[in-house]
């Protein structure tokens, strides 16, 4: 029953208005109700014992909520008692505290305040909400006439003071937005506060009051306010709720929980509702709201015309042929072209990515017409891979992902994703809806790739490693998409959601490995962080065996740290990310134990169908299993091709061009310093490696993979010097040309500040591996490193087995596995190399 809480005193006419309320749900009538009332009680209590005991005009007025004949049930009653000057405050305070108790003991929850008219007309610094509640007056008792004369001042304000003032109320209301994160999508949203809620729509009404002349404020107002044939208006539905929520608390209680939405839906819809759909009809509603509200921020922000405005507005047009931004937004150039296209839609997101600048209401208002056309072309994969990998791989992919879903447009492009839009899965740990989880999990991405979060540093060398995050973003994007069609088993019905959407995207075989990858198994970390004990080995065994190679291991840690952060604000506890980093640690240490000795074998081969051609058997015999986890089997046979090539000229050498890099691939018989010397060539162009391997199978073959950035853009800028740089390799390969001498032609270079530097770390461990001995160094990264590096560990005597080398930001992250004459190297060998390794580091 609607109303079945405390008593609240009110009259008999207020109960039978909640007892009316119940059955026709009319909140507009329950709240004249009680205004009226209230104001026979005001009324009464100030003729009796105020105005009546004191010989100061003095005028009694309603304000905020009050004033606007709006009082929900339990609201506080809001009173401004108004006087000519400061002089005549003291005047009556005994009358005052008993006219206050008299309206206590009516069990009303009074808020007062004395002013005089020169306060009223000014603007306060430090309290803009007695300016805005003024906004909402109403006469109630005592001197007309000073009433009168608050109403000629207020209207006298000069416009630069409404102005002033309507530019506060942004603030406020941007600041309130942040609080609740900028989203309605609350699993337990707040009626009044959250965004899209009551309060924006009091917003509405003030910064229409405040531009009186301005037809789109009132436009924006009068959607919210009207009814349609089958629907109440946004604002009725929000103070029906409202309503109910303070009888059936019978307090000022505004949070609509889980327990009162099964309640709501059983007996304000029109018809009984399942909570979750009833749910979806607040949040459609609250969307409206925080659109209009939106929408009148926009506005009346653009009136402002200070030299600042100016100056902001020339810095932020960043025009293109399609778009132009003004007053940081983006606009359409040509609206019938852009939109006529899906393709060019997604690039009209791709720039919004790219910048951080949301696309206005005018472009949000023409996509509308649109959205069904546009989702034919969805469906009909008209938009390549290429366009969509640039709109995961932009800096502001969030901001993207969540205009796109304002705008329609992720339903457009996915139909799957109109089944998690506006869900709530209950439980009392997420704060968000399972749409708006996905948004802030990828939005969390965003900021680590930023470094805007001085808590997980970390996290953020993580983030910056992988050369392609796009990946991990349309992940994120998909791994919960499920439990809107599977909720039983969500992973399941995401992974088969996402085959479906990577089809229509034209996903390559390998990046729809890694989405997959990713979506199976979003879950391991969390399940090891919470359940596992991280000091038994078996833990990390567990781990590698769901997790096959570093690669993967550094994208699921990511995915988790933003998966839990955006559960709800404080889910990512300093605990939580010391317990991730260390899940992240013991795989790290797992898979490099397990990369020396886990080798493939034709006995080990339990894939006939994807090995089972003879040469290609021959050719895997003997590398680590690792290799066959991080390649497809186009790239697998393409290796195996460039090794033939090497058979019958000695070498293969190919350089890519990757996202940001370069790749170096380098197939030949394995001799001694190989690997140094590739490094060493690559260092002579002037080029800085960032991560590499070195392999070997059983036939002695080499496969050396290193990937390398070019700081002086000299194979883009000399397309002819990548033909040049393969040559110089393969004579280097081939002996014919001396790194040495290629070396004594680079320009050297200036050592960094001595507070730059980072004190190289070198830790020799047996026990990593059955057959080799691990050196694992650390220190600053530098052109010429890797390859001073090598050439210790070659002229040492030493072979090495396997190479995984990697930078964060400027510090170098070496891991080799060698061995001497076959055996591991004693303590006696660790000492002499540990000593020349952590000198080469530090060059003179």
Known sequence: MIGDGPGTGISNGFERATVQFRQDRDADKLLRTRSEFVDSLVIQAAETHLLSQTDVPIAVLAVGGYGRAELFPHSDVDILLLVTAERDVPVFPDPLSIFLRVLWDSNLRLSHSVRTLTECCRLHDGNAELNVSLLDLRFLAGSRSLYDSLCTGLAEVPARQSAELARRLIELTLRRHAKFNNTVYHLEPNVKETPGAIRDLQVLRWLATLFPASEALGELRSSLEGATQNQLSAKAFLFMIRAFLHLKAGRDSNLLTFELQDDAARNLAAKPLAPEEWMRMYFSQARRIFHAAERALEFVDNQEQSLFRQFRDRKSRLSTPDFTVSRNRVYLRNPGEILGSATSVVQLFTFVGRHGIRISWDTHRRLQPELERLADQFSEGAVKWAAWADLFSQPHAGSALEDMHEAGLLNAAMPEWKSIESLVVRDFYHRYTVDEHTLVAINHIDSLLANEQPAARRFHQLAVEDPDPANLRLALLLHDVGKGVQPGNHVRGSIEAAKDILVRFHAPADKTR?????????????????????????????????????????????????????????????????????????????????????????????????????????????????????????????????????????????????????????LAHDKPGLFSALCGTLASFGMNIVRGEASSNDAGCILDMIRFSDPNRTLELNPDEVHRLEWTIACVVRGSVSVTDLLKRRRPLARPTSDAVIVPSVRFNNDASDTSTLIDFVGEDRPGLLYDLTSVITRAGCNLEVVMIDTEAHKAIDVFYVTCHGDKLDESAQEGLRAELERVAVPA
């Open 514 to 666: 890694e989405v997959l990858f990713l979506i199976e198994h979003h879950l391991d970390l969390s399940l090891i962080m919470n359940g596992r004990d991280l000091e038994d080995p078996a833990t990390g065994r567990f781990l590698t065996s769901r997790v096959g190679t570093q690669e993967d291991l550094r994208r699921l840690t990511l995915l988790t740290f933003a998966d839990i952060s955006a559960v709800n604000p404080t889910a990512m506890t300093p605990w939580r990310v010391e317990q991730l980093w260390r899940v992240y640690g013991l795989g790290v240490e797992q898979l490099r134990r397990e990369l020396a000795s886990d080798r493939i074998h034709q006995q080990s081969v339990t894939e006939p169908r994807r090995f089972g051609q003879p040469d290609l058997i021959e050719f895997l015999e003997g590398f680590p299993k690792r290799y066959v986890r991080i390649h497809t089997d186009d790239q697998i046979r393409h290796h195996l091709a460039l090794a033939q090539k090497s058979k019958r000229e000695g070498v293969a050498v190919e350089i890519g061009a990757e996202a940001g890099a370069y790749s170096l691939t380098v």
